[in-house]
């Protein structure tokens, strides 16, 4: 996208679709769009961000309500330019809610456009790191702003029957909490969920139950972790004292670090060493037993509808906090803030709840806690190349499988392995025969072109004709040479990636 072009006139017609941030993930945005496609890490199956925002469209209120209650004010004292966008719509578009808006291409561009301008993103020309923090930042405003402009949706009867489809990709507390939501819609199918989690008496039977869960859950691990105190007290008593400052560390621990399995490899780790130094080896077995019974979490249905209420979260807030977890994300195998570019071959997709596990642990680490994790990456790798096969990909990720193939694996020192074995057969196999029919056309045009050439040596003369027929061989010719660039260099890949394997 050329900048100047869209500062010279950002709501033209040529620019109408175009948008001064994401330049490079919009290149990305096909794989994690790919039907039936699963989290790198968990292996659980990824909802895409349009697929929710296509359920949730209808379900907004219009614009014009939203300012009028204060759902916008936000946008109104910090960005004023922004505001008087929202206000034209408003007047522009009654009936219509924001996300109607939006789709609209040319007031898109406009929003976007206004909201570039506000963080600075124009006077950036380069695609230094300034660059892709100002566009995240684009990106955080966009759709902080969108996603308020859901703040008050239609009837939970409504809602729910709408957010039917995505119950599929929920699981453990998040589907539970789905399916409470479908209860109080049928008793409540004209409030709305916000109002819902407010009633007194639901608000009041899920904090009774939290406080209830809660308990349990601390006595469950108290009960454990007494198991372990006593099993070191008979075999080395002077260490019991050393034990119960461990626990008090590991229970901090699991307050804090958000990735259970990443919380309990370390737990583990922690005791062994801890028993090791003791001369407690033998309790190491019984001990792991004891820790893998640790409940992950104090999260359960009940704390969820007790903190929505307490926090007094809108409608989309809610719908955020059940599906938000569960949306599609690029994941930097190397991470920016370890130098890794923003380009499509050091990306792969992951669930946002495992994004957020890994922040930027390298990968070498992370893997330790996520055993599956190269099954799971080769599961993902699969789809894409399925989808590349039939054709469903744009030419510019042709070359994914084999570039993700290598940084994973020199990210990860050898231990994700991905095996693209049958994308490497269906690139040579389209390749070579491509090859041929590029080297032969090349030598036609150029057989014809030195007929033409001879033709004009021999009468002394070159007619304006034959000046725009040379220049046209010319310019074929050229383009047939970028494509067998092309084809030599996924040859040249896949040799790599053969040689490397």
């Known amino acids: 996208m050329k900048i100047n072009s869209l500062i010279t006139n950002p709501f033209s017609k040529e620019n109408s679709c175009k948008t001064p941030s994401f330049k490079k993930a919009d290149f990305f945005v096909p794989i994690k769009q790919i039907n039936g496609m699963v989290c790198g890490c968990c292996g659980k199956k990824v909802l895409s961000v349009d697929t929710l925002v296509k359920a949730q469209t209808p379900l907004g209120k219009p614009l014009g309500y939203i300012i009028e209650k204060g759902g916008m004010d936000f946008v109104k004292k910090r960005f004023p330019a922004i505001w008087d966008i929202l206000e034209s719509f408003a007047q522009k578009y009654p009936k219509n809610n924001l996300d109607e808006i939006v789709e609209i291409s040319e007031n898109y561009s406009r929003l976007k456009y206004s909201v570039a301008e506000e963080v600075g993103l124009l006077e950036i020309k380069d695609e230094s790191k300034e660059r892709i923090d100002a566009d995240r930042r684009i990106g955080r405003f966009f759709y902080d702003m969108i996603d308020h402009g859901r703040a008050i949706m239609k009837g939970s009867s409504t809602v729910m029957k709408a957010m039917l489809p995505l119950k599929p990709f929920l699981t453990g507390t998040k589907k539970e909490v789905f399916e409470q939501f479908e209860i109080y819609a049928?008793?409540?199918?004209?409030?709305?969920?916000?109002?819902?989690?407010?009633?007194?008496?639901?608000?009041?039977?899920?904090?009774?139950?939290?406080?209830?869960?809660?308990?349990?859950?601390?006595?469950?691990?108290?009960?454990?972790?007494?198991?372990?105190?006593?099993?070191?007290?008979?075999?080395?008593?002077?260490?019991?004292?050393?034990?119960?400052?461990?626990?008090?560390?590991?229970?901090?621990?699991?307050?804090?670090?958000?990735?259970?399995?990443?919380?309990?490899?370390?737990?583990?780790?922690?005791?062994?060493?801890?028993?090791?130094?003791?001369?407690?080896?033998?309790?190491?077995?019984?001990?792991?037993?004891?820790?893998?019974?640790?409940?992950?979490?104090?999260?359960?249905?009940?704390?969820?509808?007790?903190?929505?209420?307490?926090?007094?979260?809108?409608?989309?807030?809610?719908?955020?906090?059940?599906?938000?977890?569960?949306?599609?994300?690029?994941?930097?195998?190397?991470?920016v803030s370890q130098n890794g570019t923003d380009r499509v071959e050091n990306k792969i997709v992951l669930c946002r709840e495992c994004n957020a596990f890994r922040y930027s642990k390298p990968y070498s680490q992370f893997i330790a806690y996520h055993p599956d994790m190269p099954e799971n990456l080769q599961k993902q790798i699969d789809l894409v190349v399925e989808e590349h096969i039939k054709g469903n990909l744009p030419e510019n990720l042709r070359f994914y499988p084999v570039k993700i193939a290598k940084t994973l694996k020199d990210s990860s020192k050898g231990k994700i392995n991905l095996n693209i074995d049958k994308y490497c057969e269906y690139e040579i196999a389209k390749s070579v025969p491509l090859l041929k029919k590029y080297r032969e056309e090349i030598k036609e045009l150029r057989e014809k072109r030195d007929k033409k050439i001879a033709y004009t040596v021999k009468n002394n003369k070159i007619s304006t004709y034959m000046k725009k027929s040379l220049s046209e061989l010319n310019e074929k010719i050229i383009d047939l040479k970028d494509k067998i660039f092309l084809e030599e260099n996924i040859q040249s890949r896949i040799k790599d990636y053969y040689k490397d394997k």
Do not use: G, W
């Not at 904090?207 to 008979?234: C, G, P, S």
């Not at 969820?304 to 719908?319: E, G, T």
């Open 186 to 335: 049928r008793k409540y199918p004209k409030k709305r969920l916000s109002e819902i989690v407010k009633l007194d008496e639901v608000r009041k039977f899920h904090e009774a139950k939290n406080i209830l869960q809660r308990a349990a859950t601390r006595e469950k691990m108290d009960y454990h972790f007494d198991n372990i105190r006593l099993m070191v007290k008979k075999k080395n008593p002077a260490a019991v004292e050393q034990f119960d400052e461990l626990k008090r560390t590991v229970i901090e621990m699991f307050r804090t670090e958000k990735d259970p399995a990443a919380r309990l490899s370390v737990a583990k780790d922690m005791y062994s060493e801890a028993l090791s130094t003791n001369k407690c080896e033998k309790l190491i077995p019984a001990v792991m037993q004891e820790l893998e019974q640790l409940p992950e979490t104090f999260v359960t249905l009940d704390s969820f509808f007790a903190s929505a209420a307490i926090h007094k979260a809108n409608d989309s807030v809610l719908l955020s906090l059940l599906f938000s977890p569960i949306l599609a994300t690029e994941e930097h195998v190397v991470a």
